[in-house]
């Protein structure tokens, strides 16, 4: 198992009027829905998609403890932190957070979950090597760029 600090990927959102509630803030729902957003933004990024695409394989998420620290209304630029901190053979960890690009404030923590899938038969499997490869090489890009 290999454990990181948080550095990771960034991706930013600006907030719009239908991610509002009548509160006139994010509703709750919508940092789960950036949250994956970031997520997606980054496995595209790293050249994931196209590799669990071609070994039939996917990732599922099992868990997610997320934390709501404040709020953030119409218009804020949020920036996501997204960074992998545990890697396992059959499961992975991701760690992201959410700020106020503009102050640095964080908004959202959270920790997700992942298991390894295939993806004909829907049962749990370890990561093929080619992905346990791609998870290696970008967890030393992270350590390098530290």
């Known amino acids: 198992m290999i454990q990181l600090p948080l550095l990771g990927h960034q991706t930013e959102i600006r907030v719009r009027g239908f991610?509002?509630?009548v509160y006139r803030h994010v509703n709750n729902?919508?940092?789960?829905?950036?949250?994956e957003e970031a997520r997606w933004h980054y496995f595209d990024e790293a050249g994931l998609t196209p590799l669990l695409t071609t070994a039939g394989c996917g990732m599922a998420v099992i868990n997610i403890d997320i934390s709501y620290r404040r709020?953030?209304?119409f218009g804020d630029d949020l920036l996501i932190t997204t960074t992998?901190?545990?890697?396992?053979?059959?499961k992975v960890e991701v760690?992201?957070?959410?700020t106020l690009k503009n102050t640095?404030?964080?908004?959202?923590?959270a920790q997700v979950v992942f298991v390894a899938f295939d993806?004909?038969?829907?049962?749990?499997?370890?990561?093929?090597?080619?992905i346990q490869q791609r998870f290696?090489?970008?967890l030393q890009s992270e350590v390098s760029r530290k």
Do not use: C, M, W
Request: glycine share 4%.
């Open 104 to 109: 640095g404030q964080t908004v959202v923590q």
């Open 84 to 90: 992998f901190s545990k890697v396992q053979a059959r």
């Open 95 to 98: 760690s992201q957070t959410i």
């Open 19 to 21: 991610h509002l509630d």
């Open 136 to 138: 290696a090489a970008l």
């Open 29 to 35: 729902a919508r940092y789960l829905e950036f949250l």
């Open 71 to 73: 709020s953030a209304g």
């Open 119 to 130: 993806l004909d038969s829907n049962r749990a499997i370890s990561f093929p090597a080619v």
